[in-house]
C-alpha cells in the first residue's frame, strides 16, 4: 500500500462525515463521534479498513486483472478518469448506464457502434458530406460521454471501485448480481451493505476523493509491475528453454569430400609411359633439342 498516514487523512479532510439527521444507522462503525451537528469518523478503523483496500486491489494486478473505477459526481469525474487512465484501467465518470454490467451483450453492441463512427470520422477517403461527417460526430460524442472509459472492455471486470455508493446504487446493486468485488469509499449516509470494501471517509471533498483514487491506483500499479516482471520472467525462461531444445536437436551434416580424379595412362607394350607434354602441348624443351 502507498504509504498514507493519519495526518494526510486528516489533511484531506476524511474525516469529516454529512450531517448527523442524515446519517446511516449501518455506519455507526465507523463513526469516532459529533461535533457542531456533523458526524466525524473514526481515521484509525479508515488507515486499516483502507490498508485492506489496497492489498486487495495490489493482488488484482498481481494477476493482470482489470478494474472499473466508477464516480459519476461532479467532484470525482475528473480523478476518476486520471487514475484510472494512469493505472490502465476502465472508468465511468459521466452516466451509469442501467445494465452495464448485467446486459453486457446489448451494451457491447453500442460500444462497437462507436468505435465505427470513429473509424468513419478518420477516414479521410470515406467520401462523406461535411454535414454526414457533422451528423455523425455528433452521434459519436453522445456516445462517447457514455462509452468513452469502457471501450476496451471485453467482459465485465472482476472488482470495481466506487465513490459514494449510494449515488451509484445501481451500479452497486449490478455488481452484486454479477459477483463483482465492490471498493467503495463510504461516507455516514451511505449504506455499506452489498461493499466487500469498505472504506470509511468523506466521499465529497475533492482532496479526500484524489486521495483515495490515487492510492488505488497506485496500489494496482504496485501489483501490476509484478505481474510484468513475473511475465518476462517467464517469457525469458520459456526462450532460454526452447533455445537449448533447438540446439540439441539441429544435426549437422558431415562436409562431403571433393571426387577424387582419375588420370588414365597409355603405356605401350614393353615400353615406359610417356612423359607429360609441356604447357604448350609440345615436347619439353631438354627434349630433341641439338646442343
Known amino acids: 500500500m502507498p504509504s498514507v498516514s493519519i495526518k494526510d487523512l486528516l489533511e484531506a479532510g476524511v474525516h469529516f462525515g454529512h450531517q448527523t439527521k442524515?446519517?446511516?444507522?449501518?455506519?455507526?462503525?465507523?463513526?469516532?463521534?459529533?461535533?457542531?451537528?456533523?458526524?466525524?469518523?473514526?481515521?484509525?478503523?479508515?488507515?486499516?479498513?483502507?490498508?485492506?483496500?489496497?492489498?486487495?486491489?495490489?493482488?488484482?494486478?498481481?494477476?493482470?486483472?482489470?478494474?472499473?473505477?466508477?464516480?459519476?459526481?461532479r467532484q470525482a469525474q475528473e480523478t476518476i478518469r486520471e487514475e484510472a487512465e494512469r493505472s490502465g484501467n476502465y472508468f465511468v465518470n459521466q452516466r451509469w448506464l442501467g445494465g452495464l454490467l448485467t446486459n453486457w451483450d446489448t451494451v457491447?453492441?453500442?460500444?462497437?457502434?462507436?468505435?465505427?463512427?470513429?473509424?468513419?470520422?478518420?477516414?479521410?477517403?470515406?467520401?462523406?458530406?461535411?454535414?454526414?461527417?457533422?451528423?455523425?460526430?455528433?452521434?459519436?460524442?453522445?456516445?462517447?460521454?457514455?462509452?468513452?472509459?469502457?471501450?476496451?472492455?471485453?467482459?465485465?471486470?472482476?472488482?470495481?471501485?466506487?465513490?459514494?455508493?449510494?449515488?451509484?446504487?445501481?451500479?452497486?446493486?449490478?455488481?452484486n448480481r454479477r459477483g463483482i468485488k465492490v471498493v467503495a469509499v463510504v461516507d455516514t449516509n451511505c449504506d455499506p451493505d452489498g461493499i466487500d470494501f469498505v472504506i470509511p471517509g468523506n466521499d465529497d471533498a475533492i482532496r479526500a476523493i484524489r486521495l483515495f483514487t490515487s492510492c488505488i491506483a497506485d496500489s494496482y500499479l504496485q501489483g501490476a509491475s509484478v505481474y510484468e516482471t513475473r511475465r518476462a520472467e517467464r517469457a525469458a525462461a520459456l526462450a532460454e528453454?526452447?533455445?537449448?531444445?533447438?540446439?540439441?536437436?539441429?544435426?549437422?551434416?558431415?562436409?562431403?569430400?571433393?571426387?577424387?580424379?582419375?588420370i588414365t595412362l597409355k603405356v605401350p607394350v614393353g615400353g615406359q609411359a610417356p612423359k607429360p607434354a609441356g604447357p604448350s602441348g609440345s615436347a619439353p624443351a631438354n627434349e630433341g633439342t641439338a646442343k
Open 22 to 73: 442524515k446519517w446511516n444507522p449501518k455506519v455507526k462503525p465507523y463513526i469516532f463521534g459529533r461535533r457542531n451537528g456533523i458526524y466525524i469518523i473514526d481515521l484509525q478503523k479508515t488507515l486499516r479498513l483502507f490498508k485492506v483496500a489496497c492489498e486487495f486491489v495490489a493482488s488484482l494486478g498481481e494477476q493482470g486483472k482489470p478494474m472499473l473505477f466508477v464516480g459519476t459526481k
Open 108 to 175: 457491447k453492441k453500442s460500444v462497437v457502434t462507436l468505435k465505427k463512427l470513429e473509424d468513419t470520422i478518420a477516414d479521410e477517403d470515406s467520401g462523406l458530406s461535411k454535414k454526414e461527417l457533422s451528423r455523425i460526430d455528433k452521434k459519436r460524442i453522445k456516445l462517447d460521454k457514455v462509452f468513452c472509459g469502457i471501450k476496451e472492455m471485453k467482459e465485465p471486470p472482476p472488482a470495481m471501485f466506487v465513490i459514494d455508493p449510494k449515488k451509484e446504487r445501481i451500479a452497486v446493486a449490478e455488481a
Open 241 to 262: 528453454e526452447t533455445g537449448e531444445v533447438a540446439v540439441e536437436t539441429v544435426e549437422v551434416e558431415a562436409p562431403k569430400e571433393p571426387p577424387r580424379k582419375r
